[in-house]
């Protein structure tokens, strides 16, 4: 994910998985259970890391469909 300087990281992201030819739904979708796996093994929004680690996941999720 390509740093912006600060604006909205989730709407970045969102921009980036739809340079990458993703749908607005499934971009949508995919960073909605991103948030989700992040709650359920503690990964805090407020993590520096938070958005580096949604486009790794994503990554990977999107290769094993």
Same mark, same amino acid.
């Given at each position: 994910?390509?740093? *912006?300087?600060?604006?909205?990281?989730? @709407? %970045?992201?969102?921009?980036?998985? &739809?340079?990458?030819?993703?749908?607005? %739904?499934? $971009?949508?979708?995919?960073?909605?259970? &991103?948030?989700? =796996?992040?709650? %359920?093994?503690?990964? $805090? @929004?407020?993590?520096? $890391?938070? &958005? =580096?680690?949604? %486009?790794? &996941?994503? *990554? @990977?999720?999107?290769?094993?469909?």
């Amino acid at each position: 994910m390509t740093d *912006d300087g600060g604006a909205d990281p989730r @709407r %970045a992201l969102k921009d980036e998985l &739809w340079g990458m030819g993703v749908p607005d %739904a499934a $971009a949508e979708e995919l960073i909605a259970a &991103w948030e989700v =796996h992040a709650r %359920a093994t503690g990964i $805090a @929004r407020d993590d520096a $890391a938070y &958005w =580096h680690l949604a %486009a790794a &996941w994503i *990554d @990977r999720e999107r290769g094993a469909s």
